[in-house]
T-cell receptor
Framework: DAGVTQSPTHLIKTRGQQVTLRCSPK?????VSWYQQALGQGPQFIFQ???????QRGNFPDRFSGHQFPNYSSELNVNALLLGDSALYLC??????????????FGDGTRLSIL | QKEVEQDPGPLSVPEGAIVSLNCTYS??????FMWYRQYSRKGPELLMY????GNKEDGRFTAQVDKSSKYISLFIRDSQPSDSATYLC?????????????FGSGTQLTVLP
């Protein structure tokens, strides 16, 4: 049973560039959430996708956008990269949007470095 | 004030010790309480999940929730070097239209052989 998979594992970009990160949810899951984890900090919620729509959003600017495909996989796009965007980006999947009693399962993340 | 505050650590204990990890939260709308373990260069792994006040045990791990004090704890008995990791408390918020998982900042644990 494949868990949550993310690609790529590492990425190096320069300021001002754009980046796309990808996530495939755990088999049977239909909801994908994205988190940003700075070094030494806990994950911060970016947004959640369910039925191909953004359903919840954390306190992140519009430079952060996403998409969910019919097969439930998802992309996170970040435009106009800033040095402060350097972080581990985590994808989590779960069953059923907005259901706290369905725990989220995480991938190993994409480590993004901005030069 | 952060919505979820976690004892920052780092914490270093000898093998076999009992470990106590703690978080406090401020929002009474928090409903579900989780503990995740994160090894270096890996994603968080769900350890424990609970809804109600009281204790929940799973092997060497016990999760404790006190909703009246807004306090949650994770106890690890007979700690092993393989328990060395960062432990994250996470709480599910469902209030009005807001539904999201909020994490503490993590406690780094080292269990010395």
């Amino acid at each position: 049973d494949a868990g949550v998979t993310q690609s790529p594992t590492h990425l190096i970009k320069t300021r001002g560039q754009q980046v796309t990160l990808r996530c495939s949810p755990k088999s049977g899951h239909d909801t994908v959430s994205w988190y940003q984890q700075a070094l030494g900090q806990g994950p911060q919620f970016i947004f959640q996708y369910y039925e191909e729509e953004e359903r919840q959003r954390g306190n992140f600017p519009d430079r952060f956008s996403g998409h969910q495909f019919p097969n439930y996989s998802s992309e996170l796009n970040v435009n106009a990269l800033l040095l402060g965007d350097s972080a581990l980006y985590l994808c989590a999947s779960s069953l059923g949007m907005g259901q706290g009693n369905q725990p989220q399962h995480f991938g190993d993340g994409t480590r993004l470095s901005i030069l | 004030q952060k919505e979820v505050e976690q004892d920052p650590g780092p914490l270093s204990v000898p093998e076999g010790a009992i470990v106590s990890l703690n978080c406090t939260y401020s929002n009474s709308a928090f409903q579900y309480f989780m503990w995740y373990r994160q090894y270096s260069r890996k994603g968080p792994e769900l350890l424990m999940y609970t809804y109600s006040s009281g204790n929940k045990e799973d092997g060497r791990f016990t999760a404790q929730v006190d909703k009246s004090s807004k306090y949650i704890s994770l106890f690890i008995r007979d700690s092993q070097p393989s328990d060395s990791a960062t432990y994250l408390c996470a709480i599910w918020l469902s209030s009005g239209s807001a539904r999201q998982l909020t994490f503490g900042s993590g406690t780094q644990l080292t269990v010395l052989p």
